[in-house]
């Protein structure tokens, strides 16, 4: 048995087998998950599971280089950007890049895996890029 957080096997194993400079993106429910791109659907239903709890569970096992939002969020002020930035400020996540929400669903053709979480806030989203621990 695992002692980290993370059960789900799909996204344990995506985890595992990322390498320096990979993308993994969170994203809300409704985001569109391009042909050919894995998905490991997490949610069930509005809000379950929620886009915070998913994330720091995969932030427990994933090096974290940077990440990329869209600048929308900004706007939008989703109450999961308050935890984006305060995971941001304190350096788990990299140096951080905006970019629009359509280059964000451009950036998700080359993801290595999109998980899908019940989160239903807009532009709640995040490509997180691989780092290395050494």
Known sequence: MKKTPLLNIALSRVVASLGHGDVLMIVDAGMPVPAGVELIDLAVTHGVPDFVSVLNTVLAEMQVESHIIAHEIREKQPPALLVLDQ???AGSLGEQRLMTHEAL??????ARAIVRTGECQPYTNVA???GVVF
Do not use: F, M, T, V
């Open 128 to 130: 997180l890029i691989a």
């Open 105 to 110: 669903k451009q950036l998700s053709r080359s």
């Open 87 to 89: 995971l941001n400020a």
